[in-house]
């Protein structure tokens, strides 16, 4: 017949648990690992592209004598380029006199004021579409940069009735 152990352990047990921790508590050696590896290209392409933002050219109140004001035209274009900015005749040239524009009254029988848009603050260069463009920059680079639009109203237009004058430029950047 057996008989069932009931003491304390001996030294045997001792090793027994202490083998048998160990085995749990110590991790298996690592596994031999390989590695492989490759390139990954990474590529970007700029392209031509630019953006303009024209300020208002607001004469205020006219009163017989010649009349200035002056606009930003803001521009942004990605590095290396020349680009043109041209401005066109306006919605009303068709009615101008002296000039190559006209500002309208709006009115059903409309009234007209002649007006220019120059690229220099003498207003001596008239800034016109493709045949007057103006080369803005030799090279951009990338940063917004900033031209003047220089306006004048001709003096002696006191025929013009009371009223508020406009007109609508369109303003195109070449790239």
Same mark, same amino acid.
């Given at each position: 017949m057996m008989k069932r152990f009931t003491g304390t352990p001996g030294f045997l047990g001792i090793v027994l648990f202490a083998a048998f921790t160990a085995a749990v508590l110590v991790p298996l050696p690592a596994l031999a690992t390989s590695t492989a590896t490759s390139s990954l290209m990474v590529s970007a392409s700029v392209a031509n592209a630019c953006s303009v933002n024209a300020g208002s050219l607001s004469f =205020?109140?006219?009163?017989?004598?010649?009349? &200035?004001?002056? %606009?930003?035209?803001?521009?942004?274009? *990605?590095?290396?380029?020349?680009?043109?900015?041209?401005?066109?005749?306006? =919605?009303?040239?068709?009615?101008?006199?002296? &000039?190559?524009? %006209?500002?309208?009254?709006?009115?059903? *029988?409309a009234h007209y004021m002649d007006y220019e848009i120059y690229q220099d603050v003498a207003n001596q260069a008239v800034w016109g579409d493709i045949s007057t463009s103006w080369v803005v920059s030799p090279t951009t680079t990338g940063v917004a940069q900033v031209v003047t639009a220089y306006g004048k109203i001709p003096g002696g237009q006191t025929s013009a009735p009371v009223g508020t004058y406009t007109d609508t430029v369109t303003v195109t950047i070449t790239y």
């Open positions: =205020g109140n006219y009163t017989g004598s010649d009349l &200035t004001a002056n %606009a930003p035209i803001t521009y942004t274009c *990605t590095s290396g380029q020349t680009p043109t900015i041209s401005l066109s005749v306006g =919605g009303h040239s068709a009615n101008k006199v002296n &000039t190559t524009r %006209a500002l309208s009254d709006g009115q059903t *029988t």
